[in-house]
Nanobody, 116 residues
């Protein structure tokens, strides 16, 4: 069993930056891919960015050029650097882990609010 814990959310003004972290409680698993999702108020959850076990990265068009996903294997932690934040980035951000064995894990989420 793997637990994922997100941190780093908060309130930021438009144009500001935040860095989200997702710490995994265990290290004995092979990653297929890890992702960040977000759920804006009143909307469905959407994929933000994905990083594969081999380091291949994909972003949603809405965040390309502003967000950067990365992973520190030694710390079992994934990050999402978010720059030039916009009000439409306001959402609960969740991390997701898909292991090579086919298990799927979700974090509890961290709130990001972009407002002046």
């Amino acid at each position: 069993q793997v637990q994922l814990v997100e941190s780093g959310g908060g309130l930021v003004q438009p144009g500001g930056s935040l860095r989200l972290s997702c710490a995994a409680s265990a290290s004995r698993f092979s990653i297929n891919f890890m992702s960040w999702y977000r759920q804006p108020p009143g909307k469905e959850r959407e994929l933000v960015a994905t990083i594969s076990g081999g380091g291949r990265i994909n972003y949603a068009d809405s965040v390309k050029g502003r967000f950067t996903i990365s992973r520190d294997s030694a710390k079992n932690t994934m990050y999402l650097q978010m720059n030039n934040l916009k009000p439409e980035d306001t959402a609960v951000y969740h991390c997701n882990l898909n292991t090579a064995a086919g298990s799927v894990y979700w974090g509890q989420g961290t709130q990001v609010t972009v407002s002046s």
